[in-house]
Nanobody
Framework: QVQLVESGGGLVQPGGSLRLSCAAS????????IGWFRQAPGKEREGVAC????????YYADSVKGRFTVSRDNAKNTVYLQMSSLRTEDTAVYYC????????????????????WGQGTQVTVSS
């Protein structure tokens, strides 16, 4: 039924770039707000970005603002997270998820209202 699959993670040097993909099946991504989250070893999960449905507003954590960009390709039923100027502290497993309340984001949060999650993709930033 409902499935989200993240891809695009890997090992990059500080200052490098990666584009993560979140491919959906079983539902139409454009009808929902989609969040990106990350979790590093020994740390709590944190919200990174959120994109609202139907070309609505997007939001970013202060720690990634100006470096990360979230976007949609509705023809491919996919959401992307473009990451640039990567830092060692960006190292984490990155997840995408479907927001369960409403169709809009109102900011970045801890993900408690998100109901469907992907399996995650590892991003490692190291010299």
């Amino acid at each position: 039924q409902v499935q989200l699959v993240e891809s695009g993670g890997g090992l990059v040097q500080p200052g490098g770039s990666l584009r993560l993909s979140c491919a959906a099946s079983g539902f139409t991504l454009d009808y929902y707000a989609i969040g990106w989250f990350r979790q590093a070893p020994g740390k709590e999960r944190e919200g990174v970005a959120c994109i609202s449905s139907s070309n609505g507003s997007s939001y970013y954590a202060d720690s990634v603002k100006g470096r990360f960009t979230v976007s949609r390709d509705n023809a491919k039923n996919t959401v992307y997270l473009q990451m640039s100027s990567l830092r060692t502290e960006d190292t984490a497993v990155y997840y995408c998820a479907v927001r369960g309340r409403g169709r809009s984001c109102f900011g970045v949060d801890d993900g408690r209202v998100y109901v469907y999650w992907g399996q995650g993709t590892q991003v490692t930033v190291s010299s």
